[in-house]
Nanobody, 124 residues
Framework: QVHLVESGGGLVQAGGSLRLSCTTS????????MGWFRQAPGKGREVVAA?????????YYADSVKGRFTISRDNAKNTVYLQMNSLKPEDTAVYYC????????????????WGQGTQVTVSS
């Protein structure tokens, strides 16, 4: 099991940027593909972005974030990042990272070992 801790959330105005981080002390971090998810109030959890274990292949971006968000990872630091630019009020959500344990990149059922989440609030 991999213990994940997200950070970097906060309150930002529309058009601003935030960089989320997800770290773990687990030695197996580099073996797993990783994903970022978000859950807005009253909505289900959705996949935002996913990256392979080596970090050299971004496997998925949700259409709603393409061109604005960038997922990356640094296996030497056991960390996966989500750079969020041109933020919109509809990006307001709790953001989670997770380890992919299944085969479907854009399905929440393929992920486990969820972090506790970090709140992102975008004001208009």
């Amino acid at each position: 099991q991999v213990h994940l801790v997200e950070s970097g959330g906060g309150l930002v105005q529309a058009g601003g940027s935030l960089r989320l981080s997800c770290t773990t002390s687990g030695r197996t971090f580099r073996e797993y593909a990783m994903g970022w998810f978000r859950q807005a109030p009253g909505k289900g959890r959705e996949v935002v972005a996913a990256v392979n274990s080596a970090g050299d292949n971004v496997e998925y971006y949700a259409d709603s974030v393409k061109g604005r968000f960038t997922i990356s990872r640094d296996n030497a630091k056991n960390t996966v990042y989500l750079q969020m630019n041109s933020l919109k009020p509809e990006d307001t959500a709790v953001y989670y990272c997770a380890v992919r344990t299944g085969s479907t990149v854009n399905s929440g059922s393929s992920y486990g070992d969820w972090g506790q989440g970090t709140q992102v609030t975008v004001s208009s």
